[in-house]
């Protein structure tokens, strides 16, 4: 093979066959210039519904929809060649029945190239995910904290503890036997994460949950430091890009209105230099 060979991009399969190995690595993205930043770094890539509340100025997800997901997942396809491509099935697109979720989800993946679909719920979406697996779509659960539920959930809250435990970890046993091919668990214990990613076949993705899973996952925004609305506590800021993007413009209006850009460098001559200038 040759040594500049284009790695293949993973697919289900091989994002599966990662349990208890080498931590899988994710993040989210919505365009094209940032998928090609963290091609070369993440196993796969997320096109989030969290695209509303990061790039579109919405209060939740809940008013993503389907042209949306497909927009972005079009944009963020642009930008991949060695990550897989998840995309998030918006709120209502798939909760109906089974038959709408095969519907979206398989619209989802031929506009966009994803190489799977992510869904929230956990016992009462078991038979979605059984039927959308059944008819070649690959899916990545999602359990614990779901955005798109948020108004029945009471908030962005903790969930798993104490007695909702049992019932957190047997939404992440009912998604695996469905044959969703790995499982996000979002804000919940780290012991509920650590002992779900033991006792389940398929790999955890953590955000705000443990360690030990088998992935992490965060909003790219949120890690650089661009979503600055809000913090949640399991995310880490390796870069504050926001507040440096924020004073380069202030330094670019104050000299266009002092005069000194554009500078004798940034303009042109009447007359085009000639051969051997340096002008």
Same mark, same amino acid.
């Given at each position: 093979m040759s040594a500049t060979a284009r790695k293949k991009a993973p697919n289900a399969e091989d994002i599966r066959a990662r349990k208890g190995g080498e931590p899988l690595v994710s993040l989210t993205a919505y365009t094209t210039p940032m998928a090609q930043l963290m091609d070369d770094h993440c196993d796969f890539v997320l096109v989030g519904d969290s695209v509303g509340m990061v790039l579109h100025g919405l209060p939740s997800t809940l008013g993503v929809t389907m042209e949306m997901m497909i927009l972005h997942g079009r944009a963020v396809a642009r930008g991949l060649q060695k990550a %897989?491509?998840? @995309?998030?099935?918006?709120?209502?697109?798939?909760?109906? =029945? /089974?038959? $709408?979720? +095969? $519907?979206?989800?398989?619209? !989802? %993946?031929?506009?966009?190239?994803?190489?799977?679909?992510? !869904?929230?719920?956990?016992?009462?979406?078991?038979?979605?995910?059984?039927?959308?697996?059944?008819?070649? @779509? /690959?899916?990545?659960?999602? @359990?614990?904290?779901? /955005?798109?539920? @948020? =108004?029945? !959930?009471?908030?962005?809250?903790?969930?798993?503890?104490?007695? $909702?435990?049992?019932?957190?970890?047997?939404?992440? $046993?009912?998604?695996?036997?469905?044959?969703? +091919?790995?499982?996000?668990?979002?804000?919940?214990?780290?012991?509920?994460?650590?002992r779900i990613t033991a006792e389940i076949a398929i790999p955890t993705i953590g955000i705000g949950a443990s360690a030990g899973c088998d992935g992490q996952i965060l909003v790219v925004d949120d890690m650089l430091g661009f979503f600055t609305a809000f913090k949640p506590k399991f995310v880490k800021r390796y870069a504050e890009l926001g507040p440096l993007a924020e004073q380069a413009i202030a330094d670019y209006a104050a000299e266009v209105r002092a005069r000194s850009f554009p500078a004798q460098e940034h303009v042109f001559a009447d007359q085009a230099p000639s051969k051997g200038s340096r002008a």
């Open positions: %897989m491509m998840v @995309i998030d099935m918006p709120f209502a697109s798939y909760e109906e =029945n /089974p038959a $709408q979720a +095969f $519907q979206n989800a398989a619209r !989802l %993946m031929a506009e966009t190239g994803a190489g799977a679909v992510k !869904l929230e719920g956990g016992v009462e979406m078991a038979e979605t995910i059984r039927f959308l697996v059944k008819r070649g @779509i /690959p899916v990545m659960a999602h @359990i614990g904290l779901t /955005p798109q539920s @948020i =108004n029945t !959930l009471g908030g962005y809250k903790v969930q798993g503890r104490d007695e $909702q435990a049992e019932a957190v970890l047997a939404d992440a $046993q009912a998604v695996a036997d469905a044959g969703a +091919f790995s499982v996000v668990l979002e804000k919940v214990p780290q012991a509920l994460a650590d």
